[in-house]
C-alpha cells in the first residue's frame, strides 16, 4: 500500500526518520508510552516517580516538546499550592498502536537481540 502523501517532497522522505526524530533521546518513548497507558491526567511528580530515574530537567524537556507538537496536554490548577497535571492528547493517542507494536516485537524478539550481540 503506497504511503499517502500531500507533499511532493514526502515522496523521497523516509517517514521512519521523521518519526525517529519525534521520539529522539532516551526518554522520549518512555514518556509518551506511559501518558498513553496512563490514559488520564497526571501529575509531574507521579509521572517522574513511574520514569525513575529520569530528571526532572529531562522529563520537563520532553513534556515541553510534546505539548508544542500537540502530543500532550498541560493543565495547570489555580490551587495553592498550583497543581500541574499532563494528559495524552487524542493526537498523541494515535502513537498507542505503533508502540504496542514495537513492545510486542520486542516482547518476542528481545531475547534473540540480546543473544546476538554477545
Same mark, same amino acid.
Given at each position: 500500500?503506497?504511503?499517502?502523501?500531500?507533499?511532493?517532497?514526502?515522496?523521497?522522505?523516509? $517517514?521512519?526518520?521523521?518519526?525517529?526524530?519525534?521520539?529522539?533521546?532516551?526518554?522520549?518513548?518512555?514518556?509518551?508510552?506511559?501518558?498513553?497507558?496512563?490514559?488520564? $491526567?497526571?501529575?509531574f511528580s507521579d509521572l517522574q516517580?513511574?520514569?525513575?530515574?529520569?530528571?526532572?530537567?529531562?522529563?520537563?524537556? !520532553?513534556?515541553?516538546?510534546?505539548?508544542?507538537?500537540?502530543?500532550?496536554?498541560?493543565?495547570? !490548577?489555580?490551587?495553592? $499550592?498550583?497543581?500541574?497535571?499532563?494528559?495524552?492528547?487524542?493526537?498523541?493517542?494515535?502513537?498507542?498502536?505503533?508502540?504496542?507494536?514495537?513492545?510486542?516485537?520486542?516482547?518476542t524478539r528481545g531475547e534473540q537481540l540480546r543473544n546476538s550481540s554477545?
Amino acid at each position: 500500500m503506497p504511503l499517502p502523501t500531500t507533499n511532493p517532497d514526502a515522496q523521497t522522505r523516509c $517517514p521512519i526518520t521523521d518519526f525517529v526524530n519525534l521520539i529522539t533521546g532516551k526518554w522520549a518513548t518512555p514518556v509518551l508510552y506511559k501518558l498513553i497507558l496512563k490514559d488520564g $491526567p497526571v501529575r509531574f511528580s507521579d509521572l517522574q516517580r513511574a520514569l525513575s530515574p529520569i530528571t526532572q530537567k529531562e522529563l520537563t524537556r !520532553h513534556l515541553r516538546q510534546f505539548e508544542a507538537q500537540g502530543l500532550v496536554r498541560r493543565t495547570v !490548577h489555580p490551587d495553592m $499550592p498550583p497543581k500541574v497535571e499532563y494528559e495524552i492528547t487524542e493526537f498523541g493517542k494515535t502513537l498507542k498502536e505503533p508502540f504496542d507494536g514495537l513492545a510486542m516485537w520486542m516482547l518476542t524478539r528481545g531475547e534473540q537481540l540480546r543473544n546476538s550481540s554477545k
